[in-house]
C-alpha cells in the first residue's frame, strides 16, 4: 500500500516536470488584443438618417422590378454629399432657403448645377432653356430637372420625417408619370444636421432618365 502511494507520487511529480520542460503555456488574452486581431468584432448602429434613408429606398422600390427596366433607387455618395451641402445652405441663409417641410424649388435650381455626372452635363443646355424661359414668363425660378431638394424641421422625429417624405415621394412620382414617365427617381439621400444655427432634415432625390 505504502508502494502505491510514493508510486503515484512519483508519477505525479514526473508528470509536472515533463509540463515545464515542455515549456506548454497558456495566454489569456485581454478584449483589447482580441479585437485588434480581429477576433472580437463591435456591431456599429445605423444613424437616424441612414435608417430613415433606408426605409425610403425600400418603400420605393417595393413596385419597381429592374427585370423589366425599371430603374431601382439607390443611395450615392455624391448625392449624400450634396444634400449636406443643401442642409447648410439652408441653415446659412434661412430667410432665402425656408425650412417649410415641402419642396425647395430655388435650393434644388442651385444645387442642380453642383452634380457632376454625365447627365447633369448634358442638362445644362435644358435646364438653360428652361431657366431663360421661365424668367422671360415672369413664374420665377426654373425648377430643377434632375434635383429635388426637400427641407423639414429638424426638430421633427425620423418617423414624422419619414411620413412627409413619403407623401412628397409620392407627389413627385405622380407629377414625373404625368409629364410623360421620361424621368425617375434614381438616388436618394436623407440627412440630419445640426449646427449652432439650427437643425434640419433635408431629403434629397437624384432623378435620371428614363432609357
Same mark, same amino acid.
Given at each position: *500500500? =505504502?508502494?502505491g502511494i510514493h508510486a503515484r507520487r512519483f508519477l505525479c511529480?514526473? =508528470?509536472?516536470?515533463?509540463? =515545464? ?13 482580441? &479585437?485588434? #486581431? %480581429? ?7 445605423? /444613424? ?20 423589366? %427596366? ?14 449636406? *451641402? ?6 446659412? @441663409? ?8 415641402? $419642396? &425647395?424649388?430655388?435650393?434644388?435650381? =442651385?444645387? #442642380?448645377?453642383?452634380?457632376?455626372? /454625365?447627365?447633369?452635363?448634358?442638362? !445644362?443646355?435644358? @435646364?438653360a432653356q428652361s431657366s431663360r424661359a421661365a424668367v422671360a ?12 431638394? $426637400?427641407? $423639414? ?11 412627409? &417624405?413619403?407623401? !412628397? ?7 414625373? &408619370? ?17 449646427? !449652432?444655427?439650427? #437643425?434640419?432634415w433635408v431629403m434629397l432625390a437624384k432623378l435620371s432618365e428614363?432609357?
Open positions: *500500500m =505504502l508502494f511529480l514526473l =508528470l509536472a516536470g515533463c509540463l =515545464l520542460l515542455c515549456g506548454c503555456t497558456y495566454v489569456v488574452e485581454s478584449p483589447a488584443a482580441l &479585437a485588434s #486581431s %480581429g477576433e472580437l468584432e463591435t456591431e456599429t448602429l445605423p /444613424t437616424e438618417s441612414e435608417t430613415l434613408l433606408n426605409r425610403l429606398i425600400i418603400t420605393l422600390n417595393m413596385d419597381r422590378d429592374s427585370s423589366k %427596366g425599371d430603374i431601382l433607387v439607390t443611395s450615392n455618395s455624391s448625392v449624400d454629399e450634396l444634400a449636406r *451641402m443643401a442642409a447648410d445652405m439652408a441653415l446659412e @441663409a434661412p430667410d432665402q432657403y425656408p425650412i417649410c417641410d415641402s $419642396y &425647395a424649388p430655388l435650393l434644388s435650381k =442651385l444645387i #442642380s448645377g453642383q452634380v457632376d455626372d /454625365t447627365a447633369s452635363q448634358q442638362s !445644362d443646355d435644358a @435646364a414668363s415672369g413664374s420665377g425660378a426654373a425648377e430643377s430637372p434632375y434635383i429635388r431638394v $426637400y427641407l $423639414y424641421d429638424g426638430e421633427m422625429s425620423s418617423s414624422m420625417v419619414n411620413n412627409c &417624405a413619403l407623401n !412628397d415621394l409620392n407627389r413627385l412620382k405622380r407629377e414625373l &408619370a404625368d409629364a410623360g414617365g421620361l424621368m425617375d427617381i434614381a438616388h436618394l439621400s436623407a440627412v440630419h444636421i445640426q449646427s !449652432d444655427a439650427g #437643425s434640419v428614363v432609357e
